[in-house]
């Protein structure tokens, strides 16, 4: 069963960069397809990115590709990070990461384990 624990959130001015991290405990994240989510005020869970590297497998939102990347740790293979480049005023919500052995991988209800949360506020 895993744990989920995100880290790095801030505010950041319109442009800037942050990286959100995830610490993957209780298992390692290999076994699962882990993604990212976010979920402003007022809106549903939204889609960001999600990856499974046994099979090779990485997407991302439209609104998102080319300014985040999604990656983990090689080493310990239990920490997830989302980069976030070129940030905009639309990317303020609360990012969360989430991992499921089958979901459909766009879709929040498919995955089993959630984190807690970690604000993203951008001002501009």
């Known amino acids: 069963q895993a744990q989920l624990e995100e880290s790095g959130g801030g505010l950041v001015q319109v442009g800037g960069s942050l990286r959100l991290s995830c610490a993957v405990s209780g298992t390692t994240y290999t076994r699962y397809y882990m993604g990212w989510f976010c979920q402003a005020p007022g809106k549903e869970r939204e889609f960001v990115a999600a990856s499974n590297w046994n099979v090779g497998f990485t997407y991302y939102s439209d609104s998102v590709k080319g300014r985040f990347t999604i990656s983990r740790n090689y080493s310990t293979k239990n920490t997830l990070y989302l980069q976030m480049d070129s940030l905009k005023p639309e990317d303020t919500a609360i990012y969360y990461c989430?991992?499921?052995?089958?979901?459909?991988?766009?879709?929040?209800?498919?995955?089993?384990?959630w984190g807690q949360g970690t604000q993203v506020t951008v001002s501009s």
């Open positions: 989430a991992a499921d052995v089958h979901p459909v991988y766009d879709n929040p209800i498919s995955y089993e384990y």
